[in-house]
């Protein structure tokens, strides 16, 4: 089954890339690993919400629910990187950051989010290592962000 095709199973239609934010471009390829920027959680140009994970600002289930809207941003960059979604094969790296109460100890499974929903798109090839670190502060104050290093043909 083609990522396209396992998409339309999930009911999942990819965003437009995110227009970067500063002086960067959203993916870049090297050999057979197209690594994404860091993505934060866009819906349609907006943050869903904003602010600190932990400490009543940010729920750790909203946060999971947008490292999940990160992860689909990845891989709407990535794709548009390699001429398609299709010509990914697999998920190489996940590394997400989380804006962090100091009190906040939840960070992988905020990043979950990501790691869950890259699974159920790419089966066995989704398996990846992976990083889930507290940050004081993310760009636009966003709870959560999320690169990817995706595997293509």
């Not at 190489?92 to 798109?121: C, H, M, R, W, Y």
Request: aromatic share 6%; hydrophobic share 45%.
């Amino acid at each position: 089954m083609t990522v396209s095709q396992r998409l339309a199973e999930l009911g999942i239609e990819l965003p437009s890339v995110a227009a970067p934010v500063a002086s960067y471009i959203p993916a870049k390829t090297h050999g057979d690993l197209v690594w994404t920027s860091g993505q934060l959680p866009f819906v349609a140009g907006e943050l869903p919400r904003t602010g600190k994970v932990g400490g009543g600002s940010v729920s750790a289930d909203d946060a999971k629910a947008d490292a999940r809207t990160c992860a689909l941003n990845a891989l709407a960059a990535a794709a548009d990187a390699v001429g398609g979604a299709d010509r990914l094969t697999g998920v190489f790296k996940v590394t997400g950051f989380v804006a962090s109460d100091p009190s906040f100890t939840g960070q992988p499974g905020v990043i979950n989010g990501a790691s869950e929903i890259l699974g159920e798109i790419f089966g066995e090839a989704g398996a990846h290592s992976r990083a889930a670190v507290g940050v004081a502060a993310l760009p636009l104050d966003a709870p959560v962000e999320v690169e990817v290093a995706f595997t293509f043909a």
